[in-house]
């Protein structure tokens, strides 16, 4: 036999959900090349990798440059500072939530959420600054809002 039952439009899927609420922010997940980046973000310090090599920075955090695959790497403080690269708001009312590509002043590009402003306000070239936000259950992540 079929189910004969009404499929749900998605008007009334929509009043069966619970209401979405502020979008949790999901646990990053690390590597072990990644720790002291994570470490430092719970600390609300920003670090990326420089190469000791061809002294050029490189994000996300690698062992490894990608640049010219030297293994002589160290960590640095970042300065929090960067300009919008692009982005695009996901998802509808207090849920919403917008992701975007920053291009960190030290020339590397992280991609990550614009956090406590109006995205409607906000335009590609624009100046942001790094804020750290509690995940669910795991590191602050890095994110960005108009500085
Ligand atoms: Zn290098």
Not at 16 to 36: C, M, V
Not at 64 to 85: K, M, V
Request: proline residues 11%; charged residues 20%; aromatic residues 8%.
């Amino acid at each position: 036999m079929t189910n004969m039952s009404t499929p749900a439009t998605p008007a009334n899927a929509a009043a069966k959900a619970p209401p979405a609420g502020p979008r949790k922010i999901p646990a990053p997940r690390t590597l072990p090349e990644s720790q002291p980046f994570w470490d430092a973000a719970d600390a609300g310090r920003l670090l990326l990798k420089v190469c000791l090599d061809c002294h050029a920075p490189h994000y996300y955090p690698r062992d490894i440059c990608p640049h010219c695959q030297s293994d002589r790497t160290e960590w640095r403080d970042a300065s929090g500072l960067g300009t919008i690269y692009s982005f695009s708001t996901m998802g509808k009312g207090e849920a919403a939530w917008t992701l975007a590509y920053i291009r960190l002043d030290e020339g590397v590009t992280m991609m990550s959420n614009l956090v406590d402003c109006d995205p409607r306000e906000v335009e590609i070239g624009q100046r942001v600054k790094v804020v750290f936000k509690p995940s669910d259950g795991g590191y602050a992540v890095p994110m960005f809002t108009p500085a």
